[in-house]
């Protein structure tokens, strides 16, 4: 990443890789968390490659591995993350929001709306390197019905050019049907490009009068239509405006979820998403952090975030 993106983590201007491999030795050998955390948060991601590659070069040990020993709890979750690249990252949150009992159905939807399908296609890649497990397969048998029918479709998703004003009618036309129908939702919204689908959206709420979330609130209304209305909600949200659907995602501060998009999008476009998210509660996402989280996961949590706003 470089200083023009919108990500809140920059390089670190005078990047020593071998100094940091002694200084974290150094560190390992008194125990001192709080320096490994200093050095290992004040360095990018390519940085952090870098330096895990250079300390194997230096140490003929594994650094992730290392880290596994001296940390603990929620800071060795965190940390370990950030060690990762960013498909590894999203890799390994669609492992964890399929595996064990239950399935995590918001993370599964945030990853796959919000990626591009070159970037899925990249994370399905590692996904099956990773894990010897074939992502498709896995979504298949962990989610079921008219929602495994959209994240199929959204692992699939392509651009086929189209026609705002016929994407709009043929919306509003299964709108009008007393029986809700998904298909139409699936070949429009998993198949045009993002600018497309913005114009078919803004066109779609000035025609019914009302923002389309609350129009598939009320179509896809019932306890059996629950997961695919939140898929499509979400899906609608992710498209509309991405930074304000973060936003709001991590607006409860639950922290697996904080963290997930945090550590997910820190060099991408945190700092969007920072407006946003002081827009949508009026509060800055930095105050939020110190209110929330305690120690040296807030530390780290507010280090990613960077700054007040």
Same mark, same amino acid.
């Given at each position: 990443? /470089?200083?023009?993106?919108?990500?809140s983590?920059?390089?670190?201007?005078?990047?020593?890789?071998?100094?940091?491999?002694?200084d974290?030795?150094?560190?390992?050998?008194?125990?001192?968390?709080?320096?490994v955390? %200093?050095?290992?948060?004040?360095?990018? =991601? /390519?940085?952090?490659?870098i330096l895990?590659?250079?300390y %194997?070069?230096?140490?003929?040990?594994?650094?992730?591995?290392? $880290?596994?020993? +001296?940390?603990?709890?929620?800071v060795?979750?965190?940390?370990?993350?950030l060690?990762?690249?960013? =498909?590894?990252?999203?890799?390994q949150?669609?492992?964890?929001?399929?595996?064990?009992?239950?399935?995590?159905?918001?993370?599964?939807?945030e990853?796959?709306c $919000?990626?591009?399908a070159?970037?899925?296609?990249d994370?399905?890649?590692?996904?099956?390197?990773?894990?010897? %497990?074939? $992502?498709?397969k896995?979504?298949?048998s962990?989610?079921?019905?008219?929602?495994?029918?959209?994240?199929?479709?959204?692992?699939?998703?392509?651009?086929?050019?189209? =026609?705002?004003?016929?994407?709009?009618?043929?919306?509003?036309?299964?709108l /009008?049907?007393?029986?809700?129908? +998904?298909?139409?939702?699936?070949q429009? $919204?998993?198949?045009?490009?993002?600018?497309?689908?913005?114009?078919?959206?803004?066109?779609?709420?000035?025609?019914?009068?009302?923002?389309?979330t609350?129009?598939?609130?009320?179509?896809f209304?019932g306890?059996l /239509?629950?997961?695919?209305r939140?898929?499509?909600? +979400?899906?609608?949200s992710s498209?509309?405006d991405?930074h304000?659907?973060?936003?709001?995602?991590?607006?409860?501060?639950?922290?697996?979820?904080v963290?997930?998009?945090?550590?997910?999008?820190?060099?991408?476009?945190l700092?969007?998403?920072?407006?946003?998210f002081?827009?949508?509660?009026? %509060?800055?996402?930095?105050?939020?952090?110190?209110?929330?989280?305690?120690?040296?996961?807030?530390?780290i949590?507010?280090?990613?975030?960077?700054?007040?706003?």
């Open positions: 990443m /470089n200083w023009s993106t919108m990500g983590v920059r390089p670190f201007p005078v990047f020593q890789p071998e100094k940091d491999v002694s974290l030795q150094a560190a390992f050998e008194q125990k001192d968390v709080r320096t955390v %200093r050095i290992l948060m004040s360095r990018s =991601n /390519n940085q952090r490659q895990a590659q250079t %194997r070069t230096v140490t003929q040990q594994d650094l992730r591995v290392r $880290l596994e020993t +001296v940390l603990d709890g929620g060795k979750v965190l940390i370990l993350g060690m990762m690249t960013p =498909n590894d990252f999203e890799a949150r669609l492992r964890q929001a399929m595996e064990g009992l239950g399935t995590d159905e918001e993370t599964l939807l990853i796959m $919000l990626r591009s070159e970037q899925l296609s994370i399905a890649a590692v996904y099956a390197k990773e894990y010897q %497990r074939d $992502l498709e896995d979504l298949t962990e989610t079921s019905g008219d929602l495994r029918e959209l994240l199929l479709a959204l692992l699939k998703k392509m651009h086929v050019s189209g =026609n705002v004003d016929q994407d709009v009618r043929v919306l509003c036309e299964e /009008n049907n007393s029986k809700a129908d +998904v298909k139409p939702w699936l429009i $919204l998993t198949m045009r490009d993002p600018d497309h689908l913005r114009n078919v959206l803004i066109h779609l709420e000035a025609e019914r009068g009302q923002p389309v609350a129009e598939l609130e009320k179509h209304g306890l /239509n629950r997961d695919i939140l898929g499509l909600q +979400v899906l609608v498209i509309e991405p304000l659907y973060l936003a709001q995602r991590i607006q409860p501060m639950k922290e697996s979820v963290q997930g998009v945090i550590v997910s999008h820190s060099e991408e476009d700092l969007a998403v920072r407006v946003a002081k827009k949508k509660t009026g %509060r800055s996402l930095y105050s939020t952090i110190q209110d929330t989280f305690e120690g040296d996961i807030q530390q949590l507010l280090a990613l975030c960077r700054s007040e706003d």
